[in-house]
């Protein structure tokens, strides 16, 4: 894996103009159901890796009385993407790469009013990344992105019964940004 990554940022560097100063920035996920902080740094003009941090608590309630069912899970995902940034005029952007993360958690089920079991969540995810970037003022972009992943999610229990949950898919999602670059 390691071997991928350093050859996909050593393909990406061929076609790179230097910037006079590593470029670093911060931004917000305005899209989703949990928090996400991305921390990006333009290595060169063309080339970017973007750190970011994922906070999410989601419940899911079911049965006829508010009592019968409900899961709730808390995850931190811990990522990085790689991305080649294409200009296309002064302030548009297109972002082509690739992004993965680290997920750690916990999730609570709980029956007729008794909790049932507690799991300890751990899983990864990896994708493609294709984005859009637009600069209204210098320094501050709004833009979007839609990734494709695929994820692999371990949960496991030490209730009553040891209990092993794998959980492999894959999935669209997209992404509504601003972030704001420091010169």
Same mark, same amino acid.
């Given at each position: ?65 508010? #009592?019968?069912?409900?899961? #709730? ?98 999935? #669209?999602?997209?992404?509504? #940004? ?6």
């Amino acid at each position: 894996m390691y071997k991928t990554l350093f050859a996909l940022v050593a393909i990406l560097s061929l076609n790179s103009t230097p910037l006079n100063a590593v470029e670093f920035g911060v931004g917000i996920n305005l899209s989703g159901s949990g928090s996400t902080i991305y921390l990006p740094v333009n290595i060169t003009e063309n080339l970017r890796i973007e750190p970011y941090l994922s906070i999410l608590k989601s419940t899911d309630k079911g049965g006829a009385q508010p #009592t019968d069912y409900s899961s #709730t899970i808390e995850t931190n995902n811990f990522g990085l993407g790689l991305f080649y940034v294409k200009h296309i005029s002064d302030n548009k952007n297109v972002i082509i790469g690739v992004s993965a993360d680290y997920l750690r958690g916990k999730r609570n089920s709980i029956s007729g009013g008794i909790s049932t079991s507690d799991y300890k969540v751990r899983g990864y995810s990896i994708g493609p990344v294709l984005g859009v970037e637009y600069f209204p003022i210098p320094g501050l972009s709004i833009g979007g992105d839609v990734s494709w992943e695929y994820s692999k999610r371990f949960e496991h229990s030490q209730d009553l019964v040891n209990s092993d949950i794998y959980n492999t898919s894959s999935r #669209t999602t997209t992404n509504a #940004t601003i972030k704001y670059y420091f010169e």
